[in-house]
């Protein structure tokens, strides 16, 4: 069965620099990939989607890169801001539903002032 | 923008009773998902809906059951609450195939 792997551990930045993080699958790859940011205490929120033939999208201070053949997707913020201190899931599409998303546990993102 | 609305924020309830948790969409999406949230686990699917009165079992659908009688109302049922439910519940919708889910705030529910 698909297994998606962010790192549990806590990214810690300074303020201005990039920010960028791993989401790995070990088994199929999917279709489309999605990544979404979480609050605590709140449902999360969707920022990008980035499909099987694209290798990258981007949005505003965002970036996603697909490497099937890493079976990775690299997410990246630029100039990053405290605000942007949050949990970062990744979702991949189920193989056998198109509907159904698979979600990853999440990295959490510091970013120091 | 879509806005996913659940009933109760936080919620307390004693073990053996029924719980219904609720969910309101409003931008006409065919398919509802209920999502539970434990820390280290991530969002594990239990039930989802892709049309009125039609419904899957996601991945953890054992003590829940689900109702759908109008498109924009996606229902969470706790037959007879146990204390492992508790957890956070999140429910979402999407309008298709290969859409981003958007998602509610959340109901955090404890079961004593």
């Known amino acids: 069965s698909q297994k998606i792997e962010q790192n549990s551990e806590a990214l810690n930045i300074q303020e201005g620099k990039t920010a960028t993080l791993t989401c790995n699958y070990t088994n199929y790859s999917p279709a489309y990939l999605q990544w979404y940011r979480q609050d605590p205490g709140r449902g999360p929120v969707f920022l990008l989607l980035i499909r099987e033939n694209e290798k990258e999208k981007r949005k505003e201070r965002l970036k996603v890169t697909f490497d099937t053949t890493l079976k990775q997707s690299l997410f990246h913020i630029t100039a990053s801001q405290p605000a942007d201190s949050a949990t970062y899931l990744c979702?991949?599409?189920?193989?056998?539903?198109?509907?159904?998303?698979?979600f990853g546990s999440g990295t959490r993102l510091l970013v120091r002032p | 923008d879509v806005k996913v609305t659940q009933s109760s924020r936080y919620l307390v309830k004693r073990t053996g009773e029924k719980v219904f948790l609720e969910c309101v969409q409003d931008m006409d999406h065919e398919n509802m998902f209920w999502y539970r949230q434990d820390p280290g686990l991530g969002l594990r699917l239990i039930y989802f809906s892709y049309d009125v009165k039609m419904k899957e079992k996601g991945d953890i659908p054992e003590g829940y059951s689900v109702s759908r009688e109008k498109k924009e109302r996606f229902s969470l049922i706790l037959e007879s609450a146990s204390t492992n439910q508790t957890s956070m519940y999140l429910c979402?919708?999407?309008?298709?195939?290969?859409?981003?889910?958007?998602f509610g705030d959340g109901t955090r529910l404890s079961i004593l």
């Open positions: 979702a991949l599409d189920e193989m056998d539903s198109s509907y159904k998303l698979i």
């Open positions: 979402a919708s999407s309008g298709g195939i290969n859409q981003p889910q958007h």
